[in-house]
């Protein structure tokens, strides 16, 4: 029988060792937004399907313990607590925090270039308009209202609201500043 230690050490072995996931558009250098970013290597049009965010297929229980681990774990250093997990249905997210993951470089921001598109069961990063060369790409987390005080954006967009938070939650969050 084996035990639960030697699962978790099989299963990160496996993980670890799977090919890396690219694209001929991106590469990955230091972004002024947040440590890592993704940066087109080339001219994207509109609608281009750039990368797939890849990982590791789990429960909603599974999702909701591991983000809970994460940010009780970097609680005194967010900057640590990325938490990269997707919704895929009602059943199940996808945990991007695995080394073959490029996609879990892409910053947020609050006038996004890019956005994550569930088709048929696999995520995608799309353009939703042009993309210059050397431009860094970037998507809106669409982060929820609670603990969104949690969540600063340094974006530095002409239209950032100062928090990670989905547009949904934009004219509420005006009205509370006021």
Not at 84 to 95: A, G, M, Q, T, V
């Amino acid at each position: 029988m084996l035990n639960l230690a030697h699962v978790l050490i099989q299963n990160q072995v496996t993980l670890n060792s799977m090919k890396k996931i690219t694209s001929p558009y991106i590469c990955v250098k230091q972004s002024s937004i947040h440590s890592k970013g993704i940066f087109a290597k080339t001219a994207i049009s509109k609608d281009t399907h750039i990368i797939e965010y890849v990982g590791e297929k789990i429960t909603k229980r599974q999702s909701e313990i591991r983000a809970e681990m994460v940010i009780n774990n970097h609680k005194d250093n967010i900057e640590q607590g990325a938490v990269y997990i997707f919704e895929l249905n009602s059943r199940y997210d996808i945990d991007g925090n695995v080394p073959y993951n490029t996609a879990r470089f892409i910053n947020h921001s609050c006038a996004p270039n890019c956005e994550a598109i569930n088709i048929r069961g696999h995520i995608w990063i799309v353009a939703i308009r042009d993309i210059e060369k050397g431009e860094e790409l970037t998507y809106n987390y669409g982060y929820g209202w609670d603990n969104y005080e949690d969540h600063i954006c340094r974006c530095m967009a002409d239209n950032c609201v100062g928090y990670i938070l989905a547009n949904e939650y934009w004219p509420r969050l005006r009205k509370k500043k006021r």
